[in-house]
């Protein structure tokens, strides 16, 4: 894909010209996210037409029947066809032919694979694993593309396995509870992006979110009554193994685990009014975010007593070979303040309070094991002594990951796939679990898994979490599927805003949320004008919001912040269509007639847009309707200047650069997306 091709691409999504979509010639559009591991394109269509009918040929079980039936319910709702025809074995358009079920619970060496072959005559899916089928009935839905007055797939051959075998996005449920209908279609999203791990942060010190019949103080005092039921987790465990995705449940302990005192005092490790480490408490769920005092006590066969009662509980629950014990963020401040665990560590030779974590690490193995669970936690387990079994998810930095691997653990990379940091999908997109000159060896590089996108949720609300999520994590779907070599940013967000659009058939709200935010803050439905802004805007990143509005728990989350998506199309957009212009201002019409066309935009949706935020909840972001329009003034008038070869006033790019400093300031807690580009194009006026 050129960058020609994919600005005009751009430009048709943008003006809504849909200009490729009305190509009359048998062209294939590859939208496929992720990219396949091997395509070939083949010359003629299948054309989809009523008579379409699926058959599986040779294996088939409740799963891959779902399987196929999900797949004719959405290919109707995409093409408009009523598929009423029951499976006819012999004539199927697509025939599905899978050797067995795969592993009775799915595990990380589940084969994956399919092949997809597409010619004019019929389809034909391959694959060795009911896993490997629900890929490519995936592919096969991303193969359907317009032509004409009808839909049609391209004529390919594709033989498809995953890059990486752990493929994950880890939901918060502890700080902002996630209700069950944004797990369901969250897990709908990763499958469409053949993503194959439901990590599940269950616990923390905002709430403990999971029902416990051996100790049901943790939610009845730990959960503000915000917790999914056992029949709601397995519910959500077989919606997660229809769709090829293991749910590997976390309980963050030692450290993080307010939330679970609250109800179970004597699990802690303060000194307590006898001094001695007894009748604690009382603890309160944490509605401020951070690092707490309060710890696990691993000194007292009591704690690990509970633990095992408790974890063998969630064991029958989760299926998963995985348990995630988190074990993140112990400040070891209850553990170095009690005398009687200071002498428990001189008496075991443990010489700080990380040796005293590895020991209770130590000792939770076993009882792990004993309930047929792998253990897998954050960086801060890895330390020496640690079973070699262990998998560390690495969230301080690749070079923590390539060090476990170097040392023969496992792992799994979280770092640069933070997706409440707000970062745009070309940084995450780039951001490789083994990039190319990696010093590891091939067996190193073995145990490096693949990786995580992590949904933590201080600033979440059941209401802006798909857009958090999506469609930023389907590029880290596709880096972890893909070959390492595919590193196209321009050809991944053509695909990216696609995918994104079919996204939406789940149900998700990445989309539509920003609407719904922006009638709700105006109080109108005629928000045109606020679209235009924050179609340029995008929420600051989590350090900033924390720091400018001290956010807890109680904060409410609906604000500008809130309705605004991360990463919108206006920030890769502008920035390509600058440097195309400015590569030859006199040549590029087209991008200088996209620019003209986006500035004017501005300037004449800045005044309505003024007006607009006038209501109360929008007050503290209207600086950003008048910056508007001075930006798109200034773009007017640079171009102006570019094309008259002409040079500027001495004290015009002076004072423009000025406003757009003046606009990079967090203002109403968010920020513009084209400033950059802005400010070179300023910069090349003479
Ligand atoms: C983490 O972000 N504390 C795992």
Request: proline share 6%; with cysteine.
């Amino acid at each position: 894909m050129t960058v020609r091709l994919a600005t005009a691409f751009l430009f048709g999504t943008l003006l809504g010209t849909g200009a490729m979509a009305q190509s009359s010639s048998p062209q294939f559009v590859n939208t496929l996210m992720p990219q396949p591991a091997h395509l070939s394109v083949q010359s003629g269509t299948l054309e989809l037409t009523t008579q379409f009918t699926a058959s599986e040929d040779k294996f088939h079980d409740a799963r891959l029947d779902g399987a196929v039936a999900r797949l004719l319910k959405r290919v109707e709702n995409q093409t408009g066809l009523q598929i009423a025809t029951a499976p006819a074995s012999g004539s199927a358009t697509l025939t599905v032919t899978v050797d067995g079920a795969g592993e009775v619970i799915q595990s990380d060496d589940e084969n994956e694979s399919y092949s997809l072959d597409v010619t004019a005559s019929g389809a034909h899916l391959q694959a060795a694993t009911v896993v490997g089928a629900i890929h490519g009935l995936e592919t096969f839905y991303q193969l359907i593309q317009p032509q004409g007055a009808g839909f049609i797939l391209p004529a390919v051959s594709i033989q498809d396995s995953p890059r990486f075998r752990w493929r994950g996005l880890m939901i918060d449920s502890s700080r902002h509870f996630q209700p069950i209908e944004v797990i369901r279609r969250t897990i709908d999203g990763m499958a469409a992006v053949k993503m194959n791990v439901f990590h599940w942060h269950l616990s923390d010190d905002q709430g403990f979110r999971v029902e416990s019949k051996v100790f049901p103080k943790l939610t009845e005092l730990g959960s503000d009554g915000d917790f999914y039921t056992q029949d709601q987790v397995r519910a959500i465990v077989a919606y997660a193994r229809d769709r090829g995705i293991r749910v590997v449940p976390e309980f963050d302990i030692p450290g993080h685990a307010l939330s679970w005192l609250v109800g179970y005092p004597d699990l802690a490790s303060g000194v307590g009014s006898d001094g001695k480490g007894n009748n604690q408490g009382p603890y309160a769920i944490s509605r401020i975010y951070g690092i707490f005092d309060p710890v696990l006590d691993p000194t007292r066969e009591n704690t690990y007593k509970f633990l095992d009662k408790f974890l063998g509980e969630m064991a029958d629950l989760f299926p998963d070979p995985y348990m995630h014990i988190g074990g993140d963020e112990n400040n070891g401040v209850q553990w170095k303040n009690n005398p009687r665990i200071q002498e428990f560590m001189k008496a075991h030779n443990l010489a700080d309070t990380a040796a005293l974590q590895t020991y209770f690490n130590h000792k939770l193995l076993p009882i792990l094991q004993k309930h047929g669970k792998k253990m897998i936690g954050w960086d801060e387990i890895f330390a020496p002594g640690l079973d070699k079994e262990a998998v560390i998810q690495s969230w301080r930095g690749f070079d923590s990951l390539a060090a476990s691997a170097k040392a023969g653990y496992s792992g799994i990379l979280s770092a640069g796939y933070y997706l409440d940091h707000i970062n745009s999908a070309e940084e995450h997109y780039l951001v490789d679990p083994l990039p190319a000159g990696s010093d590891l060896t091939p067996e190193q590089s073995a145990h490096i898994l693949g990786g995580e996108a992590c949904m933590w949720s201080e600033h979440i609300s059941p209401r802006s979490v798909d857009s958090r999520i999506w469609p930023r994590t389907a590029a880290i779907a596709e880096r972890l599927w893909s070959p390492q070599n595919l590193r196209d940013v321009d050809d991944m967000y053509r695909r990216l805003w696609v995918e994104s659009v079919r996204l939406e058939d789940f149900g998700l709200l990445h989309l539509a949320a920003e609407d719904m935010g922006l009638r709700k803050l105006a109080g109108t439905q005629e928000i045109t004008p606020l679209k235009t802004l924050a179609g340029v805007l995008q929420p600051v990143g989590f350090s900033e919001r924390y720091q400018l509005q001290h956010t807890s728990q109680l904060t409410p989350m609906d604000h500008l912040i809130d309705a605004v998506r991360p990463d919108p199309p206006s920030r890769y957009q502008v920035k390509i269509t600058v440097a195309e212009y400015l590569k030859d201002p006199a040549g590029a019409t087209a991008a200088r007639a996209q620019l003209a066309a986006w500035f004017q935009q501005w300037v004449d949706a800045a005044p309505k847009a003024q007006q607009l935020m006038a209501a109360p909840l929008l007050e503290s972001a209207a600086a950003r309707a008048q910056q508007l329009g001075d930006l798109g003034a200034t773009g007017l008038q640079a171009l102006d200047y570019l094309d008259k070869k002409q040079n500027a006033p001495a004290d015009w790019k002076q004072s423009k650069l000025a406003l757009i400093e003046e606009a990079k300031k967090p203002v109403g807690l968010v920020r513009f997306t084209v400033l950059d580009p802005l400010q070179e194009l300023v910069n090349a006026v003479p």
